[in-house]
């Protein structure tokens, strides 16, 4: 058997040796079922992160979720940032995966502000100068 099936309460969770396919990525939310490499430590942080995804799945009922990362992600690769991480929905997913009653108190569509969210180095200009978003 190439892979192990992990029921967790939050997240039903897949170990598999070809999924994510690339070896740089260490988990992939797919339709909510997560796939992670098997010797990724599955802590909650990650959990959450990926719960954050699957939120963000289900208000787009899915297939569109898939979309818009790909546009955004195409678009943000012509940027300077790194692409990925510039993905509103990762921007949601990474700035709340610590904090563990997000989940539980995020409205939906909170991925939509971050679309248009500046990145670190404008904010820190904006911030200096004393400009508001
Ligand atoms: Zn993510």
Redesign the pocket.
């Known amino acids: 058997m190439q892979f192990e099936i992990i029921l967790n309460v939050e997240m039903k969770i897949v170990r598999s040796r070809y999924m994510p396919p690339l070896r740089r990525h260490v988990a992939i939310n797919f339709f909510g079922l997560l796939f992670v490499h098997p010797e990724v430590d599955i802590n909650r942080r990650l959990v959450n992160?990926?719960r954050i995804?699957t939120a963000q799945m289900r208000e787009l009922l899915y297939i569109p979720f898939y979309i818009i990362y790909l546009i955004e992600w195409t678009i943000r690769l012509a940027m300077k940032d790194n692409a990925y991480r510039s993905i509103s929905?990762?921007r949601e997913?990474?700035r709340h995966e610590s904090d563990f009653d997000y989940i539980d108190q995020r409205k939906h569509f909170a991925w939509v502000k971050y679309l248009r969210m500046k990145n670190k180095k404008t904010r820190k200009k904006r911030r200096k100068k004393n400009i508001k978003d």
């Open positions: 992160h990926e995804h929905f990762e997913a990474y």
